[in-house]
């Protein structure tokens, strides 16, 4: 990344939906490289305004190393600077995320993202001294990432005024399901660091998160409709509100599909399972997740269908 586009305001280089990318993989767990080729290209055709990887639905935290840096790599290189690559760099070892950033950077990412180390419990003075640390460490921009269901905190107001002193980092993600808490992080974040670019997690929150202030989403159904959900985005931008209720109605007809696997981290299922569907990818999982058996498998067709979309072809 040269000094040109570094003095770009965060905001402006990183907006819109950036969805996060699942990880395709190989029956024997390694990388399936034909169809990230076709998972990033429907992404990216389907007019998404960045691509993050290695994160929650990317299964991130539990890929080996290896298949961390050639997804990093092979990603990148798939991009080729059309748009934005964020980089999940979640580990309970500072040093880890330290070695994954470097490697994002020496491939072309544009950002890292990390959530709160995980396993040991912390505080909030602790979580604030982590993130700073982190944050003058790597040789990107970082945006903080609270995700309290998997790491089991959530960052307080406070906390997040503190990280605003952090010039390395330039944003977050907040995926805490709490509205109110993502309003006030937003007004301290707008207040304190005007040029943060701030995103949401959950999908349904995005004509909300908007409203008061925010720069887009980071939505686990874009793997499944990027169309549709960059054209909610480019509708809030516009204004026309009759047409973001409209696409917003479409889009939460994939609400049911993140409760299927009935087991903690279902999205996830439920996500890639659609994915494989549309025929970009397999049904492999990196994590230790059940397969849904042939009633939710049956669900996941009529989702897909109310969207407009027959198995083995890519959704508009």
Same mark, same amino acid.
Request: aromatic share 6%; with cysteine; net charge negative.
């Given at each position: 990344?040269?000094?040109?586009?570094?003095?770009?305001?965060? =905001?402006?280089?990183?907006?819109?939906?950036?969805?996060?990318?699942?990880?395709?993989?190989?029956?024997?767990?390694?990388?399936? @490289?034909?169809?990230?080729?076709?998972?990033?290209?429907?992404?990216?055709?389907?007019?998404?305004? $960045?691509?993050?990887?290695?994160?929650?639905?990317? &299964?991130?935290?539990?890929?080996?190393?290896?298949?961390?840096?050639?997804?990093?790599?092979?990603?990148?290189?798939?991009?080729?600077?059309?748009?934005? @690559?964020? @980089?999940?760099?979640?580990?309970?070892?500072?040093?880890?995320?330290?070695?994954?950033?470097?490697?994002?950077?020496?491939?072309?990412?544009?950002?890292?993202?990390?959530?709160?180390?995980?396993?040991?419990?912390?505080?909030?003075?602790?979580?604030?001294?982590?993130?700073?640390?982190?944050?003058?460490?790597?040789?990107?921009? !970082?945006?903080?990432?609270? !995700?309290?269901? !998997?790491?089991?905190?959530?960052?307080?107001?406070?906390?997040? =005024? =503190?990280?605003?002193?952090?010039?390395?980092?330039?944003?977050?993600?907040?995926?805490?399901?709490?509205?109110?808490?993502?309003?006030?992080?937003?007004?301290?974040?707008?207040? &304190?660091?005007?040029?943060?670019?701030?995103?949401?997690?959950?999908?349904?929150?995005?004509?909300?998160?908007?409203?008061? %202030?925010?720069?887009?989403?980071?939505? $686990?159904?874009?793997?499944?409709?990027?169309?549709?959900?960059?054209?909610?985005?480019?509708?809030? @931008?516009?204004?026309?509100?009759?047409?973001?209720?409209?696409?917003? &109605?479409?889009?939460?007809?994939?609400?049911?599909?993140?409760?299927?696997? $009935?087991?903690?981290?279902?999205?996830?299922? %439920?996500?890639?399972?659609?994915?494989? !569907?549309?025929?970009?990818?397999?049904?492999?999982?990196?994590?230790?997740?059940?397969?849904? %058996?042939?009633?939710?498998?049956?669900?996941?067709? &009529?989702?897909?269908?109310?969207?407009?979309?027959?198995? $083995?072809?890519?959704?508009?």
């Amino acid at each position: 990344m040269n000094a040109a586009t570094r003095s770009v305001a965060p =905001r402006d280089r990183f907006h819109g939906i950036i969805p996060p990318m699942v990880t395709p993989l190989t029956e024997d767990l390694t990388l399936d @490289v034909d169809a990230l080729e076709r998972l990033v290209s429907h992404l990216v055709d389907g007019g998404v305004h $960045g691509l993050f990887i290695l994160g929650s639905c990317g &299964e991130g935290p539990v890929l080996s190393p290896n298949i961390q840096r050639e997804l990093i790599s092979r990603t990148t290189a798939l991009v080729a600077g059309r748009i934005p @690559v964020l @980089v999940g760099i979640t580990d309970a070892c500072v040093a880890e995320s330290v070695a994954l950033a470097g490697h994002a950077a020496d491939a072309g990412a544009d950002a890292v993202v990390a959530a709160a180390p995980f396993y040991f419990p912390i505080s909030q003075p602790q979580l604030a001294q982590w993130a700073e640390q982190l944050a003058t460490k790597v040789p990107l921009p !970082m945006l903080f990432y609270n !995700m309290p269901a !998997m790491v089991k905190i959530s960052i307080e107001p406070e906390t997040m =005024r =503190r990280l605003c002193q952090c010039p390395n980092i330039v944003g977050f993600k907040d995926s805490s399901f709490d509205l109110p808490l993502f309003e006030q992080l937003t007004a301290i974040g707008r207040a &304190e660091r005007p040029e943060w670019a701030i995103f949401v997690g959950p999908e349904e929150f995005l004509p909300a998160a908007h409203a008061c %202030g925010g720069d887009g989403a980071i939505p $686990g159904g874009a793997n499944i409709a990027p169309q549709l959900f960059a054209a909610m985005y480019d509708a809030l @931008v516009e204004g026309r509100n009759d047409l973001v209720a409209s696409l917003h &109605e479409r889009a939460n007809l994939l609400q049911p599909l993140y409760a299927l696997g $009935g087991q903690p981290g279902s999205f996830i299922v %439920g996500i890639k399972t659609a994915v494989a !569907m549309l025929g970009l990818c397999g049904e492999t999982f990196a994590g230790e997740f059940a397969a849904l %058996g042939d009633a939710p498998r049956g669900q996941v067709r &009529e989702i897909l269908t109310s969207l407009g979309c027959t198995p $083995g072809s890519a959704i508009a």
